[in-house]
T-cell receptor
Framework: GAVVSQHPSWVICKSGTSVKIECRSLDFQATTMFWYRQFPKQSLMLMATSNEGSKATYEQGVEKDKFLINHASLTLSTLTVTSAHPEDSSFYIC???????????????FGPGTRLTVL | AQTVTQSQPEMSVQEAETVTLSCTYDTSESDYYLFWYKQPPSRQMILVIRQEAYKQQNATENRFSVNFQKAAKSFSLKISDSQLGDAAMYFCAADMNRDDKIIFGKGTRLHILP
């Protein structure tokens, strides 16, 4: 149990275009999902916390207008990179925490990640 | 400030041997959760083991065990009978405020020597 999927697994886009990444909890409902960014050979950097039915909470230094997060349902959160530029190229990972009674409490389960390349 | 520190950027161990990865953290909270995650070349983050701070007993998952020293704020991971598939980046992480956020260490890259 506690499986999280991401789509697409990789995407290449032109500079100036927008890209949407989906994060789904497949076998549990997640009121909270998280979006991370990971540069090569570095740790995960939390970008924002996505809350179902409310606005996302962004970490300091993360541009809200650049990285739009929508958590429209209990199983789906999306991250849209708007007007993407080469410096936005990175590996983006989402995670979700199952509610009590489904999987281990207080534990985040991660999606497989999305590699974004902006040309 | 709440921090998680992994002081070993890389480690190597001979196949079938035992290796210990170090992790220290800093928090003023008394109730929190600690984790070790594995990230293989596929980059999928995999939960290895989880420890609840209020439990004195060290967590164990098959070949993986932790040495949790709450007073010293230390949380090391021991891998016994190392296998080639254990080669990965290992991240120590903590949920210190129970506010859902996880703080990650910088990671330790583990090499398994055949």
């Amino acid at each position: 149990g506690a499986v999280v999927s991401q789509h697409p697994s990789w995407v290449i886009c032109k500079s100036g275009t927008s890209v949407k990444i989906e994060c789904r909890s497949l076998d549990f409902q997640a009121t909270t999902m998280f979006w991370y960014r990971q540069f090569p050979k570095q740790s995960l950097m939390l970008m924002a916390t996505s809350n179902e039915g409310s606005k996302a909470t962004y970490e300091q230094g993360v541009e809200k207008d650049k990285f739009l997060i929508n958590h429209a349902s209990l199983t789906l959160s999306t991250l849209t990179v708007t007007s993407a530029h080469p410096e936005d190229s990175s590996f983006y990972i989402c995670s979700a925490r199952p509610p009590r009674g489904q999987g281990r409490p207080d534990t985040q389960y991660f999606g497989p990640g999305t590699r974004l390349t902006v040309l | 400030a709440q921090t998680v520190t992994q002081s070993q950027p890389e480690m190597s161990v001979q196949e079938a041997e035992t290796v210990t990865l170090s992790c220290t953290y800093d928090t003023s909270e008394s109730d929190y959760y600690l984790f070790w995650y594995k990230q293989p070349p596929s980059r999928q983050m995999i939960l290895v083991i989880r420890q609840e701070a209020y439990k004195q007993q060290n967590a164990t998952e098959n070949r993986f065990s932790v040495n949790f020293q709450k007073a010293a704020k230390s949380f090391s991971l021991k891998i016994s009978d190392s296998q080639l598939g254990d080669a990965a980046m290992y991240f120590c992480a903590a949920d210190m405020n129970r506010d859902d956020k996880i703080i990650f260490g910088k990671g330790t890259r583990l090499h398994i020597l055949p």
